[in-house]
């Protein structure tokens, strides 16, 4: 009995981390905790928009409409996540597991290193329809990187004790890296989150976790640690309003951290139907200067 359930939490390292509508790698905020026994399965779609510069210099944006479909067990979950995307960008910014990320060195945009930085390899964008850092914005669309998510929970809440969950990703590079869609490199990340219920209104959350980014070919990118920390408040016991502060480590070196403020409204119709909406604002250069998302799912 130990031994299984051990087992599940080994896979759950390897195949589970809880993604917010903004598409990071911030956890979901709702319904924590193992779910009804009733109730296995979940398909949600919930789209959003982002733009900004991103620390580049030049206004990029993204559109990205993820598909997931969610599987509950007594301990855990798991979710295949299937997105696809519409970028507008000159390729210095590229999608990282449904983040829009700086992925050129900030000497393409300074113009500090030798040459001009559109002849220099280091400072080519991605996608062959965008030339360099200087080259035209172009629009592309198609499947993004497919992520296998999820998490296990090690503590469930009581009295004065948290709610603690580990989680894991695993990012596939089903993107078209030559669109500029993705880097065409795998991800794998491990974490944990924390919550716990004040009351019977007010909520906390904790979360953190390492991921290890893929390396395209002539691309330095650097490993990515990340968190959020904030709260919610059950207005009702079907509405839940939260806010929450998330930092990921940038992955260009020299570049500005991305941080932001994220809003979320989640509003549960019936033991079936969830509805939820967010907007997150930028902080530092690295973020977007505003991401939008709304969706629906249902359980069963």
Known sequence: ?????????????????????????????????????????????????????????????????????????????????????????????????????????????????????????????????????????????GLGDIILRGRYYLVEEKDWVPLIAITGRVKLPTADESRGLGTGKMDEGVGAEVSKRLGDNWITFLDGGFNIIGRPEGRNLRNQWWYDVGGGYYFTKDLLGSVYFEEYRSLVSGSQNIRDVFFGMNYRASSAWRFNGGAAVGLSNGAPDYTLSVGTSYRF
């Open 1 to 141: 009995m130990m031994m299984g359930k051990w087992v599940k939490a080994l896979v759950g390292v390897v195949v589970v981390i809880g993604l917010s509508g903004t598409g990071g790698y911030a956890a979901d905020k709702t319904d924590l905790g193992p779910p009804p026994s009733e109730q296995n399965w979940q398909v949600g779609f919930t789209p959003s928009y982002s733009s900004g510069n991103y620390g580049t210099n030049t206004t990029s944006s993204f559109f990205y409409a993820p598909i997931s479909i969610r599987r509950f067990f007594k301990d855990g979950d798991v979710s295949l996540v299937i997105p696809f995307v519409t970028t507008t960008t000159d390729g210095a910014v590229t999608l990282v597991g449904g983040q829009p990320t700086q992925t050129l060195p900030d000497s393409c945009f300074s113009n500090s290193g030798s040459g001009n930085a559109e002849d220099r390899p280091e400072c080519q964008g991605t996608g062959g329809a965008t030339g360099g850092v200087q080259g035209q914005k172009v629009t592309t669309s």
